[in-house]
Nanobody
Protein backbone atom coordinates (compact mmCIF):
# COMPACT_ATOMS: atom_id res chain seq x y z
CA UNK A 1 0.00 0.00 0.00
CA UNK A 2 1.47 3.31 -1.10
CA UNK A 3 1.79 5.94 1.59
CA UNK A 4 3.00 9.52 1.40
CA UNK A 5 3.91 11.31 4.61
CA UNK A 6 4.62 15.02 4.75
CA UNK A 7 6.55 16.87 7.43
CA UNK A 8 8.06 20.27 8.10
CA UNK A 9 5.03 22.52 8.40
CA UNK A 10 4.60 25.08 11.13
CA UNK A 11 4.14 28.72 12.05
CA UNK A 12 6.56 31.24 10.58
CA UNK A 13 6.72 35.00 10.37
CA UNK A 14 6.40 36.82 7.05
CA UNK A 15 9.72 36.76 5.24
CA UNK A 16 10.73 33.53 6.93
CA UNK A 17 11.52 30.13 5.48
CA UNK A 18 10.31 26.57 5.87
CA UNK A 19 11.31 23.29 4.28
CA UNK A 20 8.65 20.67 3.65
CA UNK A 21 9.53 17.04 3.06
CA UNK A 22 7.54 14.08 1.80
CA UNK A 23 8.54 10.43 1.74
CA UNK A 24 6.75 7.77 -0.28
CA UNK A 25 6.70 4.14 0.78
CA UNK A 26 4.98 0.92 -0.12
CA UNK A 27 5.93 0.71 -3.78
CA UNK A 28 8.70 -0.84 -5.82
CA UNK A 29 7.61 0.96 -8.99
CA UNK A 30 9.36 4.09 -10.19
CA UNK A 31 7.68 7.27 -9.02
CA UNK A 32 7.06 9.55 -11.97
CA UNK A 33 6.06 13.15 -11.31
CA UNK A 34 5.98 14.35 -7.72
CA UNK A 35 4.49 17.59 -6.58
CA UNK A 36 3.25 19.90 -3.89
CA UNK A 37 -0.23 21.34 -3.76
CA UNK A 38 -1.90 23.56 -1.21
CA UNK A 39 -5.37 24.40 -0.04
CA UNK A 40 -6.18 27.53 1.90
CA UNK A 41 -9.36 27.78 3.99
CA UNK A 42 -12.36 28.29 1.75
CA UNK A 43 -10.37 27.82 -1.43
CA UNK A 44 -9.75 25.03 -3.90
CA UNK A 45 -6.60 22.98 -3.85
CA UNK A 46 -3.99 24.46 -6.18
CA UNK A 47 -0.71 23.38 -7.66
CA UNK A 48 2.41 24.81 -6.05
CA UNK A 49 5.25 22.98 -7.79
CA UNK A 50 5.99 19.75 -9.61
CA UNK A 51 9.13 17.86 -10.53
CA UNK A 52 9.54 15.01 -12.99
CA UNK A 53 11.69 12.00 -12.36
CA UNK A 54 14.30 13.58 -14.59
CA UNK A 55 14.29 16.81 -12.59
CA UNK A 56 12.20 19.11 -14.76
CA UNK A 57 10.36 21.55 -12.51
CA UNK A 58 7.31 23.73 -12.82
CA UNK A 59 5.97 26.34 -10.41
CA UNK A 60 2.85 28.36 -9.83
CA UNK A 61 3.41 31.99 -10.73
CA UNK A 62 2.68 33.00 -7.15
CA UNK A 63 5.66 31.06 -5.78
CA UNK A 64 8.17 31.14 -8.64
CA UNK A 65 11.44 32.61 -7.44
CA UNK A 66 10.61 32.00 -3.77
CA UNK A 67 10.03 28.22 -3.62
CA UNK A 68 12.32 25.44 -4.80
CA UNK A 69 11.23 21.84 -5.32
CA UNK A 70 13.71 18.97 -5.31
CA UNK A 71 13.64 15.20 -5.07
CA UNK A 72 15.78 12.20 -4.30
CA UNK A 73 14.75 9.29 -6.50
CA UNK A 74 16.78 6.78 -4.52
CA UNK A 75 14.98 7.70 -1.31
CA UNK A 76 11.53 8.37 -2.84
CA UNK A 77 11.44 11.82 -1.30
CA UNK A 78 10.43 15.25 -2.50
CA UNK A 79 11.11 18.52 -0.72
CA UNK A 80 9.88 22.08 -0.99
CA UNK A 81 12.09 24.91 0.24
CA UNK A 82 9.94 27.96 0.83
CA UNK A 83 11.66 31.32 1.22
CA UNK A 84 10.28 34.81 1.73
CA UNK A 85 6.99 33.41 2.94
CA UNK A 86 3.91 35.61 2.78
CA UNK A 87 0.64 35.48 4.71
CA UNK A 88 -1.08 34.34 1.52
CA UNK A 89 1.07 31.21 1.56
CA UNK A 90 -0.89 30.03 4.59
CA UNK A 91 -2.51 26.70 3.70
CA UNK A 92 -2.43 22.97 4.12
CA UNK A 93 0.29 21.59 1.88
CA UNK A 94 -0.09 18.20 0.24
CA UNK A 95 2.40 15.95 -1.47
CA UNK A 96 1.37 14.01 -4.57
CA UNK A 97 3.10 11.22 -6.41
CA UNK A 98 2.23 9.61 -9.73
CA UNK A 99 3.08 5.92 -9.79
CA UNK A 100 2.30 4.09 -13.02
CA UNK A 101 -1.29 5.20 -13.80
CA UNK A 102 -2.36 6.33 -10.33
CA UNK A 103 -1.96 9.44 -8.21
CA UNK A 104 -1.35 9.18 -4.49
CA UNK A 105 -1.73 11.92 -1.91
CA UNK A 106 -0.38 12.54 1.54
CA UNK A 107 -2.55 13.79 4.39
CA UNK A 108 -1.00 17.24 4.39
CA UNK A 109 0.99 19.50 6.65
CA UNK A 110 -0.08 22.92 7.86
CA UNK A 111 1.82 26.09 7.07
CA UNK A 112 0.84 29.32 8.75
CA UNK A 113 2.54 32.62 7.95
CA UNK A 114 1.72 35.29 10.49
CA UNK A 115 3.34 37.91 12.65
Amino acid sequence: QVQLVESGGGLVQPGGSLRLSCVASGTDRSILTMGWYRQAPGKQRELVATITRGGITDYADSVRGRFTISRDNAKNTVSLLMNNLKPEDTADYYCKARIFLSDYWGRGTQVAVSS
